[in-house]
């Protein structure tokens, strides 16, 4: 039987590098929170300002779960507040002077139509950090468009180089653009804090479209391109760099992916298979030859690993000193040693799961780690402790939810 995973309680009382910070955090959907997902595992206090009806990352439910917003929404505290009443946004704008970073992801335009234009946000907080999530930008033609990720990861080039060269362009099967914007928007955040805190500078206003982090991080698209006047094709799992490089099948069922990008590394894979003559073939003898013949390469390679299972290939292969790894899904990673015994994964108490699976913070500080301190709120479920703050007291705050100004309690399923 397979160990399960490791069982971990929530730690409130840990205090991290980032305590002391707070964030007022206006974003919707998946990069924001995925930002200050970031920010409060160090120790932020992040505070999600939500409208009545939630932040939408609440509504992505599992047979009636909302397992996004348990996950990204840990280590956060809920506000809610109807901004488009002016009592609200009053409220919001009290609470200004003691935040450090601003985030928000409404179209271009729309804070602005709200009053809470950055110059207003700015004049009540001369420091603070203002971080605008967009698709394309606050400026530029394309700036009042709709901005879903999957708009952006078709348009960056990622999709039309993503898949096999004989199917449609392939979309991620996740909110990749969202990801790459939201871990770029924190290291953007912190940058600019480091301007207001050691520098003696002023906060500023950060513009930061899904568009542009994950066309950065797809390679030298652009000069290959103006160098060789060719677009880059889909090339399925192959690599347009190395050779070999590909997902193979193994015997009954399982992949393995194997990468022998080096020019050792390809030499220790053709004796491992018994083939150390491929070394002075000149089809296969430098990376450029093993690329142009990457097709029958990849015919004897695979050859080889289709008589054993997944498992017999990467003992196998990783006995030869190769770089190799099994294709896992969700239910093989669970099961992992690897996983269990780093916490990569841990469950933790969950009142409707009983335990929720849920990753490691990332990034393994040795002096001053991240933690897990407590669940994802529920909605408003800091309300008076925040607004207590800024003099609301129980009677007016009772006022406030009569009026609809605030809000708290669970969502309808």
């Known amino acids: 039987m397979k160990p399960p995973l490791k069982k971990r309680k929530y730690t409130p009382d840990a205090r991290g590098t980032l305590a002391g910070l707070r964030v007022l955090d206006l974003s919707r959907l998946f990069a924001g929170n995925l930002l200050t997902q970031v920010l409060g595992d160090f120790g932020a206090e992040v505070i999600k300002v939500e409208p009545p009806a939630g932040d939408t990352l609440r509504a992505w439910r599992v047979n009636g779960v909302s397992t996004h917003w348990k996950i ?166 192959r690599s347009s760099t190395t050779a070999p490089r590909n997902v193979y099948p193994c015997k009954n069922s399982g992949y393995v992916a194997l990468s022998a990008s080096t020019e050792k590394m390809a030499q220790r894979a053709f004796h491992a298979i018994g083939r150390g003559d491929l070394v002075d073939d000149p089809r296969f003898r430098t990376n450029a030859d093993r690329v142009k013949h990457a097709e029958e390469l990849d015919a004897l390679i695979g050859a080889f690993i289709a008589q054993r299972t997944q498992a017999e290939n990467v003992t196998f292969f990783e006995q030869a000193e190769v770089t190799i790894g099994p294709v896992y899904d969700i239910s093989q990673i669970i099961e992992d040693p690897h996983v269990i015994e780093r916490e990569i994964i841990a469950d933790y108490p969950d009142a409707d799961m009983e335990s929720l699976p849920m990753h490691h913070t990332v990034a393994r500080f040795m002096g001053t780690p991240a933690s897990i301190r407590t669940p994802a709120p529920l909605l408003g479920e800091h309300n008076r402790e925040i607004l207590g703050e800024i003099g609301v007291d129980d009677a007016a705050y009772e006022k406030l939810l009569q009026s609809s100004i605030a809000c708290e309690g669970n969502l309808p399923e």
């Not at 335009?109 to 967009?134: C, D, F, H």
């Not at 993503?162 to 955040?189: I, K, S, T």
């Not at 899904?210 to 991080?217: E, T």
């Not at 698209?221 to 094709?233: F, S």
């Open 72 to 237: 990204y929404a840990r280590n956060k505290k809920s506000l809610c507040l109807e901004l488009r009443k002016p009592e609200a946004r009053e409220l919001l704008l009290s609470l200004v002077p003691s935040a450090h970073i601003f985030i928000e992801s409404f179209r271009p335009g729309t804070l602005e139509k709200m009053g809470l234009a950055p110059e207003i946000l700015l004049k009540r907080n001369p420091k603070l950090v203002v971080l605008r999530i967009s698709g394309w930008g606050q400026t530029g033609p394309y700036h009042r468009r709709p901005g879903f990720g999957t708009l952006i990861e078709a348009m960056s080039g990622f999709a039309a180089m993503n898949g096999f060269a004989d199917r449609e362009p392939a979309l991620p099967p996740m909110y990749l653009a969202d990801g790459v914007a939201g871990l770029y928007g924190a290291a953007g955040a912190m940058i600019a804090l480091r301007e207001v805190e050691k520098n003696g500078g002023r906060g500023q206003v950060i513009d930061l479209p899904l568009l542009d982090p994950l066309f950065a991080i797809l390679g030298p698209h652009a000069a290959n391109y103006r160098l060789t006047g060719k677009v880059k094709q889909r090339m399925g799992s």
